[in-house]
């Protein structure tokens, strides 16, 4: 079952939460580590569905209804 989560939600994320997106346009489903949350986005490291390496990336607001599953870290 897919979550809704806010805007608000995004900015309540913390360096080393993960946030599981759908896949979109030609993007496969990801896991970000959050690395840092600024105004309007998350950036972090990004491992494709499929691939074996990280890579850097962000996750602005607009996109934020694609995410599908948020892990906190305690």
Known sequence: MSAMYSNQTLLSLKEGDVVH?????????SRMRVLEVIDDAVTGM????????????????DDFKMVYHIEINM
């Open 21 to 29: 997106i759908k896949e979109f346009d030609d993007l496969p489903k």
């Open 46 to 61: 990004v491992l494709f569905e499929g691939d074996e390496m990280e890579e850097y990336g962000e996750l602005y607001a």
